[in-house]
């Protein structure tokens, strides 16, 4: 079992930046890829970003490539999301969430945090 906890939303200016944390509870944690999702209002979830257990491999969604950072320290049971040169349309909730493997979809993703609200003035 893995719980999951995001942080770090908030307001920001286009342009600018923030860090999402995703902290677990959990022995198992460090056994567990974790993708990062978000959701905009009237339209459906989608992945942003994820790394493996090891943070060998990440993925992005071209949205956010060069923009955005997946990483995780393990032991501290936490993953990160860097989202630099924000913008508008990035406005969403922001959810972590952990799956035996690293995956571009919510298939398989069997543990999700409550989400953290971002949101980009212009």
């Known amino acids: 079992q893995v719980q999951l906890v995001e942080s770090g939303g908030g307001l920001v200016q286009a342009g600018g930046s923030l860090r999402l944390s995703c902290a677990a509870s959990?022995?198992?944690?460090?056994?567990?890829?974790v993708g990062w999702f978000r959701q905009a209002p009237g339209k459906e979830r989608e992945f942003v970003a994820g790394i493996t257990w090891s943070g060998g491999r990440t993925l992005y969604a071209d949205s956010v490539k060069s923009r955005f950072t997946v990483s995780r320290d393990n032991a501290k049971n936490t993953a990160y999301l860097q989202a630099n040169s924000l913008k508008p349309e990035d406005t969403a909730i922001y959810y972590c969430?952990?799956?035996?493997?690293?995956?571009?979809?919510?298939?398989?993703?069997?543990?999700w945090g409550q989400g953290t609200q971002v949101t980009v003035s212009s």
């Open positions: 959990g022995r198992t944690f460090s056994t567990y890829a």
């Open positions: 969430a952990a799956a035996l493997f690293l995956r571009n979809t919510d298939t398989g993703y069997d543990y």
